[in-house]
């Protein structure tokens, strides 16, 4: 047997400032990218409309409640933050696939009246709705039980191996990004660590920091983004972008679906971390990252990890920034290819492109990027995860390390 049903997302829309026809695609945007890396195949999902998903699990019965009820909680905080009760309810209708599409079509008055008289519903079906924030701490409210004579039976699946199970996020958060000329922090990195993973996930703090599927972080970085956003946050939030993945048409289009959920009204808050990038980025492959990010970002930093990174073949003012990955090494490895980086401050100055330095990890490599007149600098040694921002603070350099608050 395999598990069918409609979820159909409810909004308070007055309570979201927003017009329907701005809230319908921001509504879908963020429900898909999360369905993509939370409903995981085998189980599958079909997009009805802006607000109504057909969800399928080919190895259950039913649908995991429980977990749908995370997802409301999800999507509360993702779309409005921590609002009043009742913003956001999750509407799941177990039936027949043809119940379903029924389900799905009907219109928001229709729908109302069905909510008051259950007896108008599609024939046959379970009809619960799941209702936040706090949703995963209640049990879902059942309008209607299932018809004991409906014929529920599913397409049949093709037979599929378990799947790991994976956990819902466990950490968003952020890191400062620290300018030395003036001790402020003018923004801050942000990070999002799903629960099985072993270690936080940034792009600042080394190597095994890093993520293992840069796609599903990058994506889960730009919702975690929209959050702080919406919010309040109003210094830079900086957004990671994998250079391997950016670069690639197979994968452009999932990322322009992606970075379309920001708001138009935030681009010049943000900033564009595209690491992992090459010590000689091509040609095209830069041009083709500025057309992509400029549309969602205003400005684009390059993070390498070589410290004779190629500046002089990229055209003046190409990107605003270059910054450098201090190498998984002995200290004083570590502060020689720090120096080796800074010595080139004058080639980047001839391009009009700031230098930084991340993964600093203590007053001794903060101290060097002071003396070597490195601008810009980040890592475990400056900021580690916070739960807020902190762009906009003004701190003295002895203050650092900011830690986890």
Not at 387 to 395: A, K, V, Y
Request: with cysteine.
């Amino acid at each position: 047997m395999t598990a069918l049903a409609c979820l159909r997302v409810a909004v308070d829309v007055e309570s979201t400032g927003l017009t329907p026809a701005v809230l319908g695609p921001l509504v879908a945007k963020f429900s898909s990218l999360y369905l993509e890396s939370r409903w995981l195949w085998p189980r599958l999902f079909e997009s009805l409309n802006h607000y109504c998903y057909l969800l399928t699990d080919p190895r259950a019965d039913e649908l995991d409640v429980g977990e749908l009820a995370r997802l409301s909680d999800e999507l509360q905080t993702k779309l409005f933050g921590t609002g009043a009760d009742g913003e956001v309810a999750l509407l799941l209708f177990e039936g027949t696939l043809a119940a379903a599409t029924e389900f799905a079509a009907l219109d928001s008055d229709s729908l109302v009246a069905a909510l008051k008289d259950p007896s108008l519903l599609p024939k046959g079906g379970r009809l619960s709705r799941i209702a936040s924030p706090r949703a995963e701490d209640a049990e879902p409210e059942v309008i209607r039980e299932r018809s004991p004579d409906a014929d529920d039976t599913a397409p049949p699946a093709e037979a599929a191996p378990d799947a790991e199970h994976q956990t819902m996020p466990a950490l968003e958060g952020l890191q400062g990004v620290y300018f030395l000329p003036r001790g402020l922090f003018v923004g801050d990195v942000v990070s999002s660590t799903p629960g099985h993973a072993r270690s936080h996930i940034s792009v600042l703090e080394g190597v095994e920091h890093l993520p293992e599927d840069s796609a599903a972080f990058d994506a889960d970085c730009v919702l975690a983004a929209v959050r702080f956003l919406v919010e309040g946050a109003t210094a830079t939030i900086f957004l990671p972008i994998c250079y391997s993945n950016i670069v690639r048409a197979s994968h452009r289009e999932r990322y322009e679906e992606m970075l379309s959920v920001l708001p138009a009204e935030t681009r010049t808050h943000l900033t564009a971390i595209v690491y992992d990038t090459p010590r000689n980025p091509a040609f095209g492959g830069l041009a083709q990252i500025r057309s992509t990010l400029l549309k969602y970002v205003s400005q684009i930093d390059l993070q390498t990890h070589d410290p004779g990174f190629e500046v002089e073949y990229l055209p003046d003012n190409a990107v605003n920034s270059v910054t450098l990955v201090l190498p998984d090494a002995a200290p004083r490895s570590r502060l020689a290819t720090l120096k080796r980086f800074a010595e080139r401050r004058d080639s980047y100055r001839r391009k009009r492109i700031w230098i930084g330095v991340t993964d600093v990890r203590n007053q001794a490599e903060l101290a060097a990027c002071v003396a070597a007149k490195v601008p810009f600098v980040t890592g475990a040694g400056v900021c580690r995860m916070q739960s807020r921002p902190i762009g906009g603070r003004l701190l003295p350099l002895d203050a650092l390390p900011i830690l986890a608050a």
